[in-house]
């Protein structure tokens, strides 16, 4: 197939769960379909360097705003310019000047997710990227175009409806408001209408695709209280399960790592919250621990943990190998939606792990058994105490783990479930869907008047 992929981040270096996310899924495709990515931004230093790993894939970067009109924007996006001016005073007149600081019980106040990314993050797509999809479309004829991430989801009014569209969905953006939500002291209507209002637009634009991949099934299951369940499937991204770690003995070496940069806001609050709520009964157990944080992190928010003893943050690592060897993974996520790299990178690195269900979600893993698993701050103390001295126990929950995300995470299975959805769109497609209607106009698009 002739597949466009269009995403608003370009899927290298692996720097983020999203970009491995791609990374590893189109590495298992690129041999089997004709693929063009198609990326919002990105460093052209960093394009030439995936381009020359993948000989068989155009990669296309937007260079910079582009000249063309203004793509027609869609009924959500102008009921959401409509309503911006009384959601700025109702939410964001508290959040503005940057990330807010942390209140009293180590809470993060606010509604970040709001705060930065607009109504929902469907904020328009940019005018340089419409005019590179809409020039890629009129050059070639694709069989798919498949869109990612909920910032690009908006461009399907642009698409013409001659060609199938597939929206995969790294992360339900409501889904995650509601938990930010959750997170507060006190949860005000104000907050709860502008969660509503995300909803009403994300299932709205997903409803425009023909069909929807999700990552997990729970994501699905979401997904299916507000849409048709055939048109949502089920297709992860694999898990890169090393055969030489199979069978290797686990020694825990008195160090526990997060990994994940400060820009995706649920890893702040993540890093916030254990450091402020688990840390410090993790170190009355080995006063010697030490705890690694990884990713790009700023030098004011590094600085604000300078007192905790022992914590190190050790900017973007290129290979994990060597800060996960001997190490306990601890995902103690509160936010998000979709299925975490993290996890998936300490299972085939033989690492155990300790997180929040919300952490675990969408994986099959059972607490005791492949993972330990807990809420609470007092939980996620006791769970890792627990781990920290039992030798068989990190054994075992690597060897499970491992065997259980062995099967249905293999970047061969992996890639056999992506195309049975591949398959099952072109097999639904009418014959009067494979052309253009009459009347399409790819300087605007469609969308509904």
Request: proline residues 6%; hydrophobic residues 40%.
């Amino acid at each position: 197939m002739n597949i466009l992929i269009v995403t608003p981040y370009l899927p290298y270096p692996l720097h983020s769960g999203g970009n491995t996310a791609q990374y590893l899924l189109i590495d298992c495709l690129r041999r089997q379909h004709a693929i063009t990515l198609v990326c919002f931004a990105g460093k052209e230093e960093h394009r030439r360097a995936l381009a020359g790993k993948w000989e068989d894939v155009q990669v296309r970067v937007v260079p910079g705003a582009g000249a063309a009109a203004r793509p027609k924007p869609s009924l959500a996006a102008r009921l959401s310019r409509r309503l911006k001016g009384s959601f700025e005073v109702l939410v964001h007149g508290s959040f503005k000047g940057g990330a807010p600081a942390a209140g009293p019980g180590g809470q993060l106040p606010g509604l970040p997710s709001v705060h930065q990314g607009g109504q929902g993050g469907f904020t328009g797509i940019p005018e340089g990227a419409a005019e590179l999809v809409l020039a890629e479309l009129q050059r070639k004829t694709y069989d798919l175009v498949q869109v990612e991430f909920v910032e690009a989801l908006a461009l399907v009014y642009l698409l013409p409806p001659g060609v199938q569209k597939l929206f995969v969905h790294h992360e339900i953006r409501f889904v995650r408001m509601q938990r930010e939500l959750a997170t507060l002291p006190a949860q005000t209507l104000k907050h709860r209408l502008v969660v509503e209002h995300t909803r009403w637009q994300e299932i709205h634009l997903l409803q425009q695709y023909d069909a929807v991949v999700t990552l997990s099934e729970t994501d699905k299951g979401i997904l299916s209280e507000f849409m048709a369940a055939g048109r949502i499937m089920v297709s992860p991204f694999p898990a890169a399960l090393s055969p030489g770690e199979a069978g290797r003995p686990y020694a825990f070496g008195h160090k526990l790592v997060y990994v994940g940069g400060e820009s995706h806001y649920p890893n702040k609050d993540a890093v916030h919250w254990f450091l402020s709520e688990v840390w410090e009964a993790a170190q009355k157990e080995q006063p010697g621990l030490r705890f690694y944080v990884t990713g790009n992190w700023t030098q004011e928010t590094v600085a604000a943990y300078k007192s905790h003893r022992n914590v190190i943050f050790t900017g973007y690592l290129e290979a994990l190998e060597d800060v996960l060897a001997g190490a306990i993974m601890v995902v103690p996520l509160r936010i998000g939606s979709g299925i975490r790299s993290k996890i998936l990178e300490a299972v085939a690195r033989g690492v155990p792990v300790v997180s929040t269900t919300i952490g675990a979600e969408g994986l099959p893993l059972r607490h005791l058994e492949e993972c330990l698993l807990a809420d609470t701050a007092a939980g996620f103390a006791a769970g890792l105490v627990t781990l920290m001295r039992d030798a068989a126990l990190q054994q075992r929950l690597v060897d499970n783990a491992r065997r259980t995300l062995g099967r249905g995470f293999s970047p061969e299975e992996c890639a056999e479930t992506r195309n049975r959805v591949y398959h099952r769109l072109q097999e639904d497609r009418r014959p009067e869907e494979r052309r253009p209607q009459e009347g399409y106009d790819a300087s605007r698009g469609y969308g509904p008047e």
